[in-house]
């Protein structure tokens, strides 16, 4: 039998109602006799590594996260992260970037209504989670509703659905159902020996703008101490270029240092910045494109990059590149409406 660690961070999945609000319970002493099945798929050892609402998760929790699962990665054939999911796509992003040369299965899951509730999606998801957590696929995943997705591309897209996640922009690794569909041709494959890099610096913010939005809190946000400003730009990656505030204020913390890194405030797709005067703007001020980067993973990768010391040109580089899956670079020559 395969042995599979899971680790318990918090979240809905554990809770249970106390006067009316969910708060987290007891989680240990029942896994056992709420989920018998799992037993029947794996030696499945627990740990209680933290009791959150995952609200309340900080850049410092994902290292201990980390951690925990860097310290057993000898020991099991797979992982499983129990975690709530408000920031569950934040935490598989950091995963994804700090635990490099990943050759076993790390799976998040959690669910919308607690383990105990009837009915509930987190029997569904835990035992399929433990299930995925058998198997090769050597990445930081999140399986939740039907859909096995990469970590660092899923976002929470429903407060209500069972099938609360997507993946708007890579197809998902996998899907269960009355089969198991994985697709491997879409997975990574481990680049050098496994290791743990922590270290998140928070000094990262997101301004999405508006019609209307005040420029100038961009260098507002570097006057307080931001290091990497994500900027959530309309569409294929759009400013508000006229009166020239916004390409201005980007000018002027570029050349303190600090990086304007663009993304899209849509759901779905990236920037590709040259096709409006808007993008074009932003990019001549100094902004680097973060191509298809959802906005947890850019803030995400932001602290990693700055927490493993990188500045300049250096982080400009970092960001603006394919890391560990997390965009994919716009083709070069590309440019047409396509
Ligand atoms: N607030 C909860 C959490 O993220 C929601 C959930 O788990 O679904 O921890």
């Known amino acids: 039998m395969k042995r599979i660690h899971l680790v318990h961070t918090g979240g809905t999945l554990g809770m249970t109602e106390v006067e009316g609000t969910l708060q ?3 989680f240990l002493a029942r896994l056992a006799s709420d989920v018998p099945e799992l037993s029947r798929l794996a030696t499945v050892d627990v740990e209680i590594l933290m009791n959150k609402d995952s609200t309340e998760m900080v850049p410092a929790d994902w290292d ?3 951690g925990a ?3 057993k990665m000898a020991d099991y054939d797979g992982f499983v992260v129990i975690h709530g999911t408000d920031t569950m796509a934040h935490t598989a992003a950091a995963l994804s970037f700090s635990l490099r040369g990943l050759e076993k299965p790390v799976v998040l899951t959690g669910s919308q209504r607690p383990l105990r509730a009837i009915p509930t999606d987190g029997r569904t998801n835990l035992v399929a989670a433990v299930d995925l957590a058998r198997r090769n696929i050597p990445e930081v995943t999140i399986f939740f509703g039907r859909q096995l997705l990469r970590g660092n591309r899923a976002r929470k897209v429903s407060a209500e659905r069972y099938d609360a996640f997507e993946s ?3 197809p998902p690794l996998g899907r269960v159902g009355l089969d198991v569909d994985l697709h491997p041709d879409l997975m ?3 680049r050098g020996p496994f290791r743990h890099l922590p270290g998140f610096d928070p000094a990262v913010c997101y ?3 508006w019609p209307g939005a005040d420029a100038t809190a961009v260098e507002r946000a570097a006057d307080a101490g931001v290091k990497v400003v994500v900027l959530g730009a309309y569409g294929v990656g759009n400013v508000p270029a006229a009166g020239g505030g916004w390409p201005a204020a980007i000018r002027k913390v570029t050349k303190r240092g600090v990086v304007a890194l663009l993304v899209s405030q849509c759901g779905h797709g990236g920037v590709r910045p040259h096709l409006y005067e808007g993008g074009r703007a932003a990019l001549s ?3 680097v494109p973060g191509h298809d980067l959802t906005v947890e993973t850019a803030v995400v990768k932001a602290m990693h990059c700055l927490g493993r010391g990188m ?3 250096a982080l400009r580089e970092a960001l603006g590149k394919n890391l560990v899956g997390e965009l994919t670079p716009e083709p070069t020559g590309g440019g047409a409406v396509a």
């Open 188 to 190: 990574r494959r481990p």
């Open 168 to 170: 708007p922009n890579y």
């Open 311 to 313: 500045a300049g040109e």
């Open 64 to 66: 201990r996260i980390g």
């Open 285 to 287: 001020a100094g902004a």
């Open 24 to 26: 987290p319970g007891p």
């Open 69 to 71: 699962l860097a310290a």
């Open 207 to 209: 301004l999405p703008c």
